[in-house]
């Protein structure tokens, strides 16, 4: 079935410091979400790109859907502590039955203040 | 502003009892999707339900799980004979449906540990 694969899988960083990740497909997507995951809760939608090529901003958050469809990377400007969680982006996939979203496998961030 | 609620927040069971979770999606919305996520893992997909209908569960084990969205009340996932395997964090997530609404929006989960 249709895989994201994420990376890198773990970033450890100072605070302040600019965050780059990315999600790659070997299929296209004609959506590209991007979540957020606190220690015991769950998932929270920070971004959802739906056009090829599109830049979407959400504060300090920024994400861009790749022009091929096949990736899509998140950027986080000047690092904060409640920045740390781990992120994960996730695509509607139309294998095995009707459209659901599929996810990757996540991007832990760590902070050192 | 009521979210996904999703309860118990934690389920403790021993090896071969019955585990029942429960969702009620958020206001408005009528698709429910649940997944299931093992730690320092992603998320996958176990069932997609509408109201009184299974509409993709391709990603639900074929025996002791199953799942339900009545008319009424909550959605329930079910899992019955609870092994230590199914030691895990379930989310429940809904969506208004619709073919251009990607968009879930999930609880904050159950964690079922089984002893």
């Known amino acids: 079935g249709q895989q994201l694969n994420q990376s890198p899988q773990s970033m450890f960083i100072q605070e302040g410091e600019d965050v780059s990740m990315n999600c790659t497909s070997s299929?296209?997507?004609?959506?590209w979400l991007w979540y957020k995951q606190d220690p015991g809760e769950g998932p929270v939608l920070l971004i959802a790109l739906y056009k090829a090529g599109e830049l979407t901003s959400n504060g300090r958050l920024t994400a861009q859907f790749g022009i091929t469809r096949k990736d899509s990377f998140l950027n986080i400007s000047a690092s904060i502590p409640s920045d740390v969680g781990i992120y994960f982006c996730?695509?509607?996939?139309?294998?095995?039955?009707?459209?659901?979203?599929?996810f990757g496998q996540g991007t832990r961030l760590t902070i050192n203040p | 502003n009521a979210g996904v609620m999703q309860n118990p927040r934690h389920l403790v069971r021993r090896r071969g009892q019955e585990a029942r979770l429960r969702c009620s999606p958020m206001k408005g919305h009528s698709h429910v999707y649940w997944y299931r996520q093992l730690p320092e893992e992603g998320l996958k997909f176990m069932v997609y339900l509408q109201k009184e209908n299974i509409i993709d569960e391709s990603g639900m084990p074929k025996e002791r799980f199953s799942a339900e969205f009545p008319k009424e009340g909550p959605s329930i996932l079910r899992i019955q004979q609870v092994v230590r395997g199914d030691s895990a964090a379930y989310f429940c997530?809904?969506?208004?449906?619709?073919?251009?609404?990607?968009?879930?929006?999930f609880g904050s989960g159950t964690q079922l540990s089984v002893l």
């Open positions: 997530a809904s969506s208004p449906g619709g073919r251009t609404e990607k968009k879930l929006f």
């Open positions: 996730a695509g509607p996939s139309t294998s095995q039955g009707a459209q659901k979203l599929v």
């Open positions: 299929s296209i997507f004609n959506t």
